[in-house]
């Protein structure tokens, strides 16, 4: 199993994003210690915004592709995802490759792949809640990877901006919820 592992909180090491990422990494080569790891960090090493040229420069999709799971750390900031992480999406979500237009409309082009993302945000966002019409990081993740034919796996961690008590609580279950991933 090859296992593509990406972070974009620009948290370093007190992002919940990138802890519960590499829980969840942990799970899966716990589960099976031969698999292969590539790691990206957007922010270490970030992606320049999309430009036309970009599309000649296929080894980010190419890497996407050749990988069985998918792991991403995604914080919520202003939101949504990062730009870092929006930077990425711009190079696997190209059209004939990942999906394709037919005269039924859109279809996925990607089979066959585990996306799971584990989420960090600073508010709540649950249906009913206040805020919930402002939750475009869940919303668009589950949006753009359906959209390439993936269903994508959350593990979130919320409210973590209320009190350093929400914090360290949430912290604590998501990362005891990463169990279910390796199940
Ligand atoms: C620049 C910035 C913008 C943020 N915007 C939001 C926001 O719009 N809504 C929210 O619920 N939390 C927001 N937060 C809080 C983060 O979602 C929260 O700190 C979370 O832990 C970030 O993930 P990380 O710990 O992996 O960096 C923001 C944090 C930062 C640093």
Request: glycine share 8%; net charge negative.
């Amino acid at each position: 199993m090859t296992i593509l592992h990406i972070n974009s909180s620009i948290s370093g090491d007190n992002s919940a994003s990138r802890a519960i990422s590499r829980s969840i990494l942990d799970r899966l080569t716990t589960a099976d210690p031969a698999a292969q790891v590539i790691y990206r960090d957007l922010v270490a090493d970030p992606l320049p915004h999309l430009t036309l040229a970009a599309f000649a420069d296929t080894q980010v999709i190419d890497e996407f592709l050749a990988a069985d799971t998918i792991v991403i750390g995604a914080p919520m900031y202003n939101f949504t995802l990062p730009t870092q992480l929006k930077a990425w999406l711009d190079r696997i979500l190209i059209a004939g490759q990942t999906f394709r237009y037919t005269a039924n409309g859109p279809e996925g082009l990607v089979g066959e792949k585990r996306v799971i993302i584990g989420l960090a945000r600073g508010g709540i966002y649950d249906a009913g809640s206040p805020a919930s019409s402002l939750e475009h990081l869940e919303t668009y993740l589950r949006g753009v990877f359906g959209f390439i034919g993936i269903t994508p796996e959350f593990v979130a961690a919320d409210g973590l901006a209320i009190s350093p008590e929400q914090r360290e609580e949430s912290v604590r279950q998501a990362l005891g919820e990463t169990v279910r991933i390796a199940a």
